[in-house]
């Protein structure tokens, strides 16, 4: 049985979870177990015959006989000392060293017991990097916060800047289409007034030529004051009134066919009676959507408008023939400053009268839309509901 013991004993000191070293005085290793020599590379024969100073670093040497173990002299025990011992093939290893010091008949050895530490390091160098990296991450992201809250003050100072520039250059427009307003109707009414009185064929065709150019400067400087409304947002003014809508649209046709002399224009309605709606606003989207059709459209063909009378409302339309519209114009053909070919031609506007029409139509409830093929023409169609 002492013998079972003895053997158990033994093979529990040779592969202990831990290296177990028994040392002299003087250093010289008493014994040391197989886990301690595989960790270290050595086998059991040259272990013995090293000293433990043998096997410390240079400053692995320097810290046992300046603290562990004057320390353990000192007080008879060590826990959890952080030692670097050399590997045979000449790299380091980091240990945990627990010690006592024993005193026997024989003399006094110390007792010691070490752990691998090697993963532990590598485990908290990664914490380190990883803590090290997180606290390089959080410095990024304070910067950035730090120039984005920096950005978004300069962008919302641009903003209020821009939008100041932009309010002040629409009531710009706003007051010098108004102040413009007066003198060109002064300058429309003269020019009636002459034409009564002017014999030659050329001085009427003078007056008839500064007459049609008046009438364009006016509906420019209409459509200058009504998009400035929009923008400043006061929006299209509308009066409605009940008014005889064939009347009102053959009174339209008479007095554009004068304004685009070189087109020809019809009118075709299908029923009839009054209806409720601002019957200068009315004139204006047939004015500006028959200037559209002069400008862009093939004058040998005439312009057609239709007027229909059906259960929900009226339908208005303008039809001319020529260059059908661009697909990929369509969707914002109604946007201000939009327009539905590059072409250039004496009768062009700013760009805003469909943008007019389809406020106007909007204002009254209804709605603008258009078709444009080569084959068919192109078409507008107002819905004014009742």
């Known amino acids: 049985m002492d013998d079972a013991v003895q053997l158990f004993t033994a093979s529990y000191f040779e592969n202990a979870p831990c290296g177990l070293v028994v040392m002299a005085v003087d250093g010289a290793i008493i014994r040391a177990n197989q886990t301690f020599c595989d960790w270290l590379g050595y086998d059991s024969t040259l272990m013995h015959a090293c000293s433990f100073d043998q096997l410390l670093t240079v400053a ?24 670097d011992l050399q590997h045979r093939n000449g790299t380091a290893v980091a240990m945990l060293l627990n010690g006592v010091r024993q005193a026997s008949e024989d003399g006094v050895v110390y007792q010691l017991a070490l ?22 991450l959080l410095a990024q992201k304070a910067a950035a916060e730090s120039a984005l809250q920096r950005a978004q003050v300069e962008l919302a100072a641009a903003y209020e800047d821009v939008q100041h520039r932009a309010l002040l250059a629409e009531r710009m427009v706003a007051v010098a289409s108004h102040d413009l307003k007066n003198p060109m109707t002064a300058i429309k009414m003269a020019t009636d007034l002459l034409a009564r009185d002017v014999q030659s064929d050329r001085g009427r065709r003078l007056l008839g030529s500064i007459g049609t150019s008046a009438e364009r400067a006016q509906r420019m400087i209409v459509d200058l004051l009504d998009f400035a409304s929009i923008k400043l947002g006061q929006g299209i003014g509308i009066r409605r009134q009940q008014v005889d809508l064939l009347k009102a649209m053959d009174q339209s046709v008479s007095e554009l066919r004068i304004v685009f002399g070189d087109a020809s224009i019809r009118h075709l309605s299908r029923g009839q009676g009054t209806f409720e709606v601002d019957q200068d606003r009315l004139q204006q989207m047939i004015g500006n959507l028959v200037a559209n059709s002069a400008a862009y459209g093939d004058l040998r063909y005439p312009i057609t408008l239709t007027t229909e009378f059906c259960g929900n409302g009226v339908v208005l339309g303008v039809h001319n023939h020529g260059p059908a519209i661009a697909e990929e114009l369509v969707p914002k053909l109604f946007e201000p400053m939009t ?7 004496a009768l062009r506007s700013l760009g805003l009268g469909l943008f007019i029409v389809k406020q106007i139509a909007e204002a009254h409830g209804g709605r603008v839309t258009v078709t444009s093929n ?11 509901p009742y």
């Open 339 to 345: 327009r539905g070919s590059d072409r250039q031609d």
């Open 60 to 83: 692995g040497r320097v810290f046992q006989s300046t603290h562990w173990k004057p320390l353990m002299d000192m007080q008879g025990s060590v826990a959890e000392v952080k030692v």
């Open 115 to 136: 752990f691998g530490i090697s993963q532990r390091d590598r485990n908290e160098r990664g914490i380190f990097l990883a803590m090290q990296r997180a606290e390089e």
């Open 374 to 384: 080569p084959i068919y023409g192109t078409t507008f169609i107002i819905h004014l």
